[in-house]
């Protein structure tokens, strides 16, 4: 009798202490909240932040180009502007760029791109605020039209040149040779900014 009702008790502990485990495991499965918070914020860490948008903080440099009149000796003047990280201003003096825009640019209605053709610039130098221009003997052989027409096209290069912030006078050289004329224009030394070819003169 006594080995059954200890056998009976036996039973209930090993059933109380089962209960008590099972119990237990449930309750370590339950999330811990407090525990969540610092997983949150490992998240929010690692978020990208916004990229930062980059603003083209360079200058912007301005320059001006001449046009002719196709049937009068009249020169009219259009302003551009570069930047000045542009790449075009790469192992370039700004007086080249321009001089190189000005001999490829398109004429517009009856304006037009007197430069002779096939000229080429053989180099461009400054002395001081003098700028040299040294052309092939193209700009020569294929210049056409009166000596007006002759020294209008001159005066495109001219102004164009010395309207740059860091040039007064021009020299025009072929071949690095100056000439004593062009086109039967008696050729100057030094040329400064010339007014005589626009429409209200």
Same mark, same amino acid.
């Given at each position: 009798?006594?080995?059954?009702?200890?056998? %009976?008790?036996? !039973? +209930?502990?090993?059933? =109380?202490?089962? @209960? #008590? /485990?099972? /119990?237990?495991?449930?309750?370590?499965?339950?999330?811990?909240? *407090? #525990?969540?918070?610092? +997983?949150?914020?490992?998240?929010?860490?690692? =978020?990208?932040?916004?990229? #930062? &948008?980059?603003?083209?903080?360079?200058?912007? +440099?301005?320059?001006?180009?001449?046009?002719?009149?196709?049937?009068?000796?009249?020169? %009219?003047?259009? @302003?551009?502007?570069? $930047?000045?990280?542009?790449?075009? /201003?790469?192992?370039?003096?700004? $007086?080249? %760029? &321009?001089?190189?825009?000005? *001999?490829?640019?398109?004429?517009?209605?009856?304006?037009?791109?007197?430069?002779?053709?096939?000229?080429?610039? +053989? $180099?461009?130098?400054?002395?001081?605020?003098?700028?040299?221009?040294?052309? @092939?003997?193209?700009?020569?052989?294929? !210049?056409?039209?009166?000596?007006?027409?002759?020294? #209008?096209? !001159?005066?495109?290069?001219?102004? $164009?040149? &010395? =309207?740059?912030?860091?040039?007064?006078?021009?020299?025009?050289? &072929?071949?690095?040779?100056?000439?004593?004329? *062009?086109?039967?224009?008696?050729?100057?030394?030094?040329?400064?900014?010339?007014?005589?070819?626009?429409?209200?003169?």
């Amino acid at each position: 009798m006594n080995k059954k009702k200890n056998l %009976f008790i036996l !039973i +209930i502990g090993l059933i =109380t202490i089962l @209960s #008590a /485990l099972m /119990l237990c495991g449930c309750g370590n499965n339950e999330p811990d909240p *407090i #525990a969540e918070e610092p +997983i949150q914020q490992e998240e929010q860490d690692l =978020t990208d932040p916004e990229p #930062a &948008v980059e603003k083209d903080e360079s200058e912007k +440099i301005q320059y001006v180009l001449y046009l002719k009149h196709r049937d009068q000796p009249f020169i %009219f003047s259009d @302003s551009y502007q570069i $930047s000045e990280t542009d790449e075009r /201003l790469q192992d370039k003096t700004l $007086s080249e %760029f &321009v001089l190189e825009e000005l *001999i490829k640019q398109e004429g517009i209605g009856e304006l037009i791109n007197p430069m002779p053709d096939n000229t080429e610039i +053989i $180099s461009v130098e400054h002395e001081g605020r003098m700028v040299i221009v040294n052309l @092939s003997q193209d700009f020569v052989d294929n !210049i056409t039209g009166t000596e007006e027409d002759v020294e #209008a096209t !001159i005066g495109m290069i001219v102004n $164009s040149l &010395v =309207t740059l912030p860091e040039n007064d006078q021009v020299r025009l050289l &072929v071949e690095g040779e100056l000439l004593e004329n *062009i086109g039967g224009l008696k050729i100057h030394d030094e040329y400064e900014f010339i007014t005589t070819y626009y429409p209200d003169k």
